[in-house]
């Protein structure tokens, strides 16, 4: 794909997730940055990612991101734990140098690595995250990079996303996995003071977490943490700013369709939206 056009025109920032769960990551930016304006784009039909291999997770990912760069994005973020993983360094290194160097693609895992020297006293962290991501190990290879005295310990939850997207998240079904995970995870490592939810759907689990997480651990969203982290960037990199529209608008976008995507959005904010459907 080949963008001349890249310093011609400002446009959106481009948010993406497989699902929903990024929607948890826009609100909070869009709370601490609302004069940008926003593409959110699902790739709802061909959720989830969570259990697919690399390269179709890469394939899938790469195929969005360019649908966003069309769409007149400079700057994308991944707000999804298992694209990031799987996708994010590859198209960093090898696509985007062919599609246009101007352009950025941003992930969700080294914002949160990056504060976990302030999140934790034993140097041990939990992590619930899609199997994707916990055979990926990007969590603790981004950890050592910065914190190589930080141990992580992570447990695959595999029916966590179904379940939040289901609407079954606050049902009892959801508690009796969400005991057996924490059980399962706090069996690898007694020494955990700090677990981080490493899927975007997970903070809507927090009220079942809650229930049966020990009451001195605690809980690492990526909400805020992301949200910060890109306020920073764009601090750092003017240039990059200065190719974001500044109208507070938002627009979603979906692979579904819009009445599902609609509905199911429900479930993640706490207002109505309109929604286009877009194909590849």
Not at 89 to 118: A, F, H, K, N
Request: with cysteine; aromatic share 8%.
């Amino acid at each position: 794909m080949d963008i001349n056009n890249s310093y011609i025109t400002s446009g959106p920032v481009g948010i993406f997730d497989s699902g929903y769960g990024g929607l948890t990551i826009l609100e909070n930016i869009r709370k601490l940055l609302p004069e940008y304006d926003y593409i959110y784009l699902g790739d709802n039909a061909r959720t989830p990612y969570g259990t697919r291999s690399f390269d179709v997770v890469y394939q899938y990912t790469l195929e969005c991101v360019n649908k966003l760069f069309e769409m007149g994005c400079h700057l994308v973020i991944l707000a999804c734990n298992t694209a990031s993983a799987k996708a994010l360094r590859s198209i960093q290194q090898l696509d985007l140098p062919q599609i246009d160097p101007g352009r950025r693609v941003l992930g969700v895992i080294r914002p949160t690595v990056e504060v976990l020297d302030q999140v934790t006293k034993t140097k041990h962290v939990g992590i619930f995250a899609t199997p994707g991501t916990v055979q990926s190990g990007s969590y603790p290879i981004e950890a050592n990079k910065i914190f190589p005295d930080i141990r992580i310990t992570a447990e695959a939850c595999p029916m966590w996303v179904p379940l939040i997207e289901n609407n079954e998240h606050l049902s009892e079904g959801a508690a009796y996995f969400v005991q057996q995970n924490i059980k399962s995870l706090l069996e690898k490592d007694t020494e955990i003071d700090s677990i981080i939810l490493g899927c975007t759907h997970y903070p809507l689990m927090i009220p079942t977490i809650r229930r049966f997480l020990p009451p001195h651990i605690g809980i690492v969203s990526q909400g805020e943490i992301v949200a910060r982290s890109l306020k920073l960037y764009m601090q750092r990199h003017p240039e990059m700013d200065a190719k974001c529209m500044k109208n507070g608008q938002t627009s979603y976008f979906t692979t579904e369709s819009t009445e599902k995507f609609i509905n199911s959005a429900s479930i993640f904010m706490n207002k109505q939206i309109t929604a286009t459907r877009i194909s590849f």
